[in-house]
């Protein structure tokens, strides 16, 4: 048995980890990897590191269709600082007679001689180092220098790890740019749907709408977010309006009957429209109370959330990113929706186009008519459409 430890704090894990994880398995032969959060990690310390257990649960989720890598917890379950020496000493005593590897970082081999047993850790493992791009300087003569002191084998890996950081992750989760070129697609919506690495204000206003929708809407809500912020960078618009508008877009989305209790409660006027459609009244209400509640004055992310039911003539670029991001998030699943994704990072108002053509004829299948503000819309974006998409997109 050939197993391979590869130790982390995994704050957040991403694509490069995942890649020398692949990697360095084909590279030992290895039966078996073992990717494992570091709890406490002694010389890593960091008070604002996400705890322990919800980064072990992104990694599971990173790994869930890896063959022969998994995440491990053993660092988490014994509690107190991380120190190797205990790690691979609870691999061997588990899997007897295993060759055991530990694969560690170009940076993490620099500090390894300060590592708590060092000697310790070589009796029972090899190690391989892996380097980065940037990070690779002598670290033959540096494996060489450690073998000679403390014994043991330490070889460099043939692999170089793409150039991605979890610190570039975090910094683009707060910023409000997308992550899905750093992180895997399951990774990408757990940091959407717990707001992981958001700006405090960002984080409080998803707690606070938490309190007012339901669960699913709420992931609904984040995954809008993600959806939002990829498009406003495809099409050159400010990511951070567009999280923030995505965000809010469904603030007061209650089905319709406490819509219509909380109108009557508030003394707000009601349209014939809404009336009949009591759902509509949810996007103008949002952009009501994304003012007086959340404090937005920015009459661009008002308009995306007051237009994402039905639209409007004229939409601004960031109204239809909010209207298409809604409609295709991931966890959106209607007969076409993936034809609707194709098109979406090409042509923004083709997108637009299907959808509401979608809904309009969903509704003439339910036996109603479509209303007259839907219609003037589509005839709109018809328009737009049988222009040069490239003249339109922006
Ligand atoms: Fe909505
Ligand atoms: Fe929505």
Redesign the pocket.
Known sequence: MRIGIFGGTFNPVHLGHIWTARHVREELSLDKLFMVVAADPPHKPDPARLAANIRFRMLEGALEHENGISASDVEIKREGKSYTVDTVDFFKRQIRGAEIYLIVGADMLESFPNWRDPEGILRTAKILAVGRPGHEPELCSLADGIMSRFGGEVTVSSFRGPDISSTEVRRRMFEAEPVDTLVAMNTEHFLYENALYMPDDIVLIRNSIGEVIRKKRLR??ML?CCEAVKLAKRYGADMKKARLAALL??CI?LPNKELLDYCERNGIFITAEEEQNPYLIHSRLGAVLAMEKYGVTDPEVLSAISC?TIGRVGMSLMDKIIYVA?KIEPSRDFDGVDDIRDVAYSDINRAMLLVMRHSADYTKRSGRAVNPSTQSVIDYLNGLTDKDPEENNG
């Open positions: 609904h809500t809008t877009h469904d989305k994402h809604d």
